[in-house]
């Protein structure tokens, strides 16, 4: 092949390839940067129901009833019956007529407690909660629901080990629920 | 002389509140035909004036005058971004907000106000459990990570240099329509039930790409995706779902996503509901299971009378709306209106839709206008003669795979009234003597 012959040829490929980008993936810059351990690890906000996620920390309900008063009550309730924020606490049957979704009659996961009171409440200043606080806050909220009492310690190892009444209370309909657990 | 006749003629000329069903043939064409004629005397009237105008510069005293105020002195000069005329000013997104946190709430899409497919972006509606994030641009990345091969951080200005595919594509809340449940029928307009529907085109990079790069473990089934707005937003997305078509979206309606819309990056995420579209992008977690995350345990799942909840209800059903005639216009007199609405469905194209006039009893096929496309808005239309008799006005989707859209009694039969979500049953507007329309259940 000549040299003439080589451009040509160089040529039409190049011709071929911006023609038809329906037949070979466009070629993509890979320009991620990589991400330290230690940034994906605060950043990383999520708990899972086997506890996966969860941090150090402690609370108990006796503990939490004061930051609940302090932060939750304006919005939730002195009690968690509701009010401009969703009714946390009661244990109605949810085949009632108009039953409240709660806490304790609805939420399946105890996890899902603690890892959205971290990412997301107080709603005038989240994330300021300390961790500690925030299981002795979820510990008051499962008190009020009567799903533990007022001295059980809850951390990592005891929050995913509480059964919430309406575990399997759901039915999976574009995907499934996690098994088990 | 005959312009002033044919225009104080009832056009069309029919006496009862039939459907001039143009979309099926014969019946239309008279109809048509009559459009067309008034189109042109019309025509001719104005030119006949024009030429009256040019033969006599000076307006005669009392006389409306032949070139109005706006066009006897130079109009307004150029303007950087320009914005709909004062005189539009009702049309609004209705902002429904927490009493105690004014950015947790929904603001809602004035649909009937509007035309077309394409809801201009002032007007998209809006869910923010705690208000809109000002993003500086240059300090937002998105993080990857999670069961990948190597975490891999994605600053702005490298994230718009890679592919970018565009399509139009509605997005709604799952909580859309919920008033459909309750009890007696809401009587507001009609985009202020139903407006947690809007309809974009949205270009960004496909997410694929993105997970391909940071090398996504292929047997790990869920991917985990969090917002930076200050609730911290996540849900679970099925893997199989963000590897077929969804978008990591830089654009919205040919600029860059507004910031009630998730500047600088948002999840696109087709026909599914609203708040698996999470704004403000900034954590995306390969994950062996979903997180059970309160957005998709507490709420957006769907309390049935078995007392057990639908969870996972990602796709959005077929639904139709008519948003003309609707609640809080008013008919001017008998005769020949357009039906004019929208239909979409999470399932791909809308096949038809359907329009009664008699609550149901009869119905007939609208015309779909082009383009039809899945997962987008479909507009409809459908002329009617309206006799001046009461009516009941309804609309009936059917997409591409079957599915059509259910009567309210049969959804509230199987579901129930505590579901709160993902309500699309048919939707009824009386038409009373008056030409006045309201919600009704029929």
Redesign the interface.
């Known amino acids: 092949m000549s040299m003439l012959e080589r451009r040509c040829a160089m040529l039409l490929a190049s011709l071929a390839w911006a023609g038809a980008p329906a037949q070979a993936p466009a070629p993509v810059p890979r320009l991620g940067q990589p991400a330290a351990p230690e940034l994906v690890q605060r950043w990383n906000l999520s708990v899972y129901p086997d506890g996966r996620g969860l941090p150090s920390g402690q609370g108990t309900a006796a503990q939490g009833r004061a930051i609940y008063q302090a932060h939750c009550a304006k919005c939730h309730g002195a009690d968690g019956e509701g009010g401009s924020g969703g009714t946390l606490a009661g244990r109605a049957p949810l085949t009632d007529p108009d039953p409240d979704q709660t806490v304790g009659n609805y939420w399946p996961y105890a996890t899902t407690l603690f890892d959205f009171i971290r990412r997301a409440m107080p709603m005038d200043a989240p994330a300021t909660l300390s961790e500690d606080e925030i299981y002795a806050v979820s510990a008051y909220v499962l008190y009020l629901n009567r799903i533990v009492r007022l001295e059980d310690r809850l951390d990592a190892d005891s929050l995913p080990k509480i059964r919430m009444p309406n575990r399997d209370g759901f039915v999976g309909i574009d995907a499934q629920p996690p098994a088990g657990r | 002389m005959l312009a002033r006749m044919n225009a104080t003629k009832p056009p069309g000329g029919r006496r009862d509140a039939v459907l001039l069903s143009d979309a099926s043939g014969s019946s239309g064409s008279a109809g048509r035909r009559d459009f067309l004629r008034r189109g042109l005397t019309l025509s001719g009237a104005g030119l006949g004036t024009a030429i009256a105008a040019g033969a006599a510069w000076a307006d005669r005293p009392g006389e409306e005058p032949s070139r109005s105020a706006w066009m006897t002195t130079p109009g307004q000069p150029f303007s950087n971004y320009g914005q709909p005329s004062p005189q539009e000013r009702g049309v609004v997104r209705w902002i429904s907000a927490?009493?105690?946190?004014a950015g947790?709430g929904v603001s809602w899409t004035p649909l009937h106000d509007l035309e077309g497919i394409i809801t201009p972006t002032g007007l998209h509606f809006e869910r923010h459990?705690?208000g809109v994030p000002q993003i500086p641009l240059e300090q937002h990345r998105l993080?990857?990570?999670g069961r990948v091969r190597?975490?891999?951080?994605?600053?702005m200005p490298?994230?718009a240099?890679?592919?970018v595919r565009s399509q139009i594509l509605f997005i709604e809340c799952g909580g859309n329509s919920n008033a459909g449940w309750h009890q007696l029928p809401q009587q507001t307009r009609a985009g202020f039930m139903h407006g947690l529907a809007s309809c974009s085109e949205w270009a960004g990079v496909p997410l694929s790409?993105?997970l391909d790069?940071?090398g996504a473990d292929p047997s790990a089934p869920w991917l985990?995706a969090?917002g930076a707005d200050?609730?911290?937003?996540?849900i679970s997305l099925?893997m199989a779902k963000a590897r077929q078509d969804c978008l990591v979206a830089l654009y919205q309606n040919g600029e860059r996503i507004r910031p009630e819309n998730g500047y600088p990056l948002r999840l696109i995420v087709p026909g599914w509901e609203g708040v698996l579209n999470i704004k403000w992008l900034?954590?995306l977690?390969v994950?062996p299971?979903?997180?059970?995350?309160?957005n998709e345990?507490?709420r957006y799942?769907e309390?049935q009378?078995?007392?057990?909840?639908?969870?996972?209800?990602?796709?959005m059903e077929a639904k139709s709306l008519i948003t003309s005639p609707s609640p809080g216009q008013r008919l001017d007199g008998k005769g020949v209106y357009e039906i004019r609405g929208l239909a979409w469905s999470g399932r791909g194209r809308i096949r038809s839709v359907d329009v009664s006039t008699d609550g149901g009893a009869h119905w007939a096929p609208a015309r779909l206008q082009e383009p039809v496309l899945p997962m987008a808005f479909t507009r409809f239309r459908a002329a009617w003669d309206w006799s001046g008799a009461p009516a009941v006005l309804k609309s009936r989707a059917t997409d591409e795979t079957g599915y059509v859209q259910p009567e309210r009694a049969a959804l509230i039969g199987e579901r129930g009234r505590?579901g709160y979500f993902h309500y699309n049953a048919i939707v009824a507007w009386r038409v009373d003597e008056d030409g006045e329309v309201s919600h009704v259940y029929a």
């Not at chain 2, 927490?98 to 946190?101: E, F, L, S, T």
């Not at chain 2, 190597?150 to 600053?155: D, P």
Request: net charge positive; aromatic share 6%.
């Open positions: 927490n009493r105690a946190v947790n459990h705690n993080l990857i990570h190597r975490a891999l951080t994605f600053a490298d994230l240099r890679y592919p790409l993105l790069e940071a985990i969090e200050a609730a911290a937003i996540q099925p900034r954590r977690e994950a299971e979903p997180v059970m995350a309160r345990t507490a799942t309390l009378p078995s007392g057990k909840a639908r969870m996972f209800t990602f796709v505590h």
